[in-house]
Nanobody, 120 residues
Framework: EVQLVESGGGSVQAGGSLRLSCAAS????????IGWFRQAPGKEREGISC????????YYGDTVKGRFTTSSDNAKNTVYLQMYGLEPEDTAVYYC?????????????YGQGTQVTVSS
């Protein structure tokens, strides 16, 4: 059974940092991509980053570029989202997702999400 489990969310003050983890299990291959998304109340889900696990290339949305970094530890089947310079606008539920067939375009599996709250 494929499973993605996010962890590391919490509450921080503006300017703080957090590191989210996405633990993947049940995959029989490692040539896929993991994306990070977020959704704030009343807003559409936003794609913020994606990493292709076979070469470690990472891509970022404009709203987080320069502040967030995604990386992977393939031995641990875990992808990380390091977030610096957090702003109240970053408050959202953060999800990771796996894309098995179309790198960083069409995601097949999503985790349950972890809440990030940034206070001013």
């Amino acid at each position: 059974e494929v499973q993605l489990v996010e962890s590391g969310g919490g509450s921080v003050q503006a300017g703080g940092s957090l590191r989210l983890s996405c633990a993947a299990s049940g995959f029989t291959r490692n040539d896929y991509a993991i994306g990070w998304f977020r959704q704030a109340p009343g807003k559409e889900r936003e794609g913020i980053s994606c990493i292709t696990l076979w070469d470690g290339r990472a891509y970022y949305g404009d709203t987080v570029k320069g502040r967030f970094t995604t990386s992977s530890d393939n031995a641990k089947n875990t992808v990380y989202l390091q977030m610096y310079g957090l702003e109240p606008e970053d408050t959202a539920v953060y999800y990771c997702a796996a894309d098995l067939n179309s790198p960083c375009q069409d995601f097949d599996y999503y985790g349950q999400g972890t809440q990030v709250t940034v206070s001013s």
